[in-house]
Antibody
C-alpha cells in the first residue's frame, strides 16, 4: 500500500523557517518524482514545488523561488521542504504527492496518484 | 501561467442525479488534464488523468472528456459519498495550476 506521511508542520513566526518531511512507503521511492501542493484555509489547491526521482531536477512556482528548497534522500525514502522567510500567507496545509509516472518515462509526469494526509503550517505572531 | 477556470463554482444535486463540471484552460493543454475529489478535512483523491483515464480503483461513474482548452468531469448516479469539492489541474506546462474548485452539494 502506498503511503506518504508528512510531518514538521508547526506554528512559526513571520520571517521564521521550518522544514517539512514526507516519508514514503509501499512503492519504489527512487523511481518517482515527488511534489508539494498546499491549501490555505478555506481555499483551493496550489502547486509549490517538485523534485525528480534522483533529485537532479527541482522546480518551484514563482511565489516560492528563493524562499523554499526541496530535496530528497532516497536512502531514507524521504522528501523535504525547507521553508524560510515565512509569511502569514504561507499558512496552509502542505501535502506531499507522488507522481503517476515512473522515471523511466521521463523526469516528470506532471500529475499525481497518491496524496499524503497533509501537515499544517501556521505562520503567525 | 496557464489559468484554469472551473464552472460552476458550486452546484446542488440530488442523490441519483448526473452532474457535469466544466474546466477551461487559458491556452491549449492537449489532454494534460487531471481531476481530483476532496472531502471536508481530508486530502484530495486523484480521480482522472490524461483528461479521461481513470486512476486505479476509481469507479466508472466518474468520466472525463475534452482536449485543448475545454474539459468536463461527469459524475453519474450521485451517491452521498460523491458530495465533495472537485478540482481540475493542468500539467501541460510548468507551473502546474489548478482550477478554483466546484463544490457539489446535496439538494
Amino acid at each position: 500500500e502506498v503511503q506518504l506521511v508528512e510531518s514538521g508542520g508547526a506554528l512559526v513566526q513571520p520571517g521564521g523557517s521550518l522544514r517539512l518531511s514526507c516519508s514514503a512507503s509501499g512503492f519504489t521511492f527512487s523511481s518517482y518524482a515527488i511534489y508539494w501542493v498546499r491549501q490555505a484555509p478555506g481555499k483551493g489547491l496550489e502547486y509549490v514545488s517538485r523534485i525528480s526521482s534522483n533529485g537532479d531536477s527541482t522546480n518551484y512556482a514563482d511565489s516560492f523561488k528563493g524562499r523554499f528548497t526541496i530535496s530528497r534522500d532516497n536512502s531514507k525514502n524521504t522528501v523535504y521542504l525547507q521553508m524560510s522567510s515565512l509569511r502569514d500567507e504561507d499558512t496552509a496545509v502542505y501535502y506531499c504527492v507522488k507522481d503517476t509516472q515512473h522515471s523511466a518515462y521521463g523526469a516528470y509526469g506532471g500529475t499525481f496518484d497518491f496524496w499524503g494526509q497533509g501537515t499544517l503550517v501556521t505562520v503567525s505572531s | 501561467d496557464i489559468q484554469m477556470t472551473q464552472s460552476p463554482s458550486s452546484l446542488s444535486a440530488s442523490v441519483g442525479d448526473t452532474v457535469t463540471i466544466t474546466c477551461r484552460a487559458s491556452q491549449g493543454i492537449s489532454n494534460y488534464l487531471a481531476w481530483f475529489q476532496q472531502k471536508p478535512g481530508k486530502a484530495p483523491k486523484s480521480l482522472i488523468y490524461a483528461a479521461s483515464s481513470l486512476q486505479s480503483g476509481v469507479p466508472s461513474k466518474f468520466s472525463g472528456s475534452g482536449s485543448g482548452t475545454d474539459f468536463t468531469l461527469t459524475i453519474s448516479s450521485l451517491q452521498p459519498e460523491d458530495f465533495a469539492t472537485y478540482y481540475c489541474q493542468q500539467y501541460n506546462r510548468h507551473p502546474l495550476t489548478f482550477g478554483g474548485g466546484t463544490k457539489v452539494e446535496i439538494k
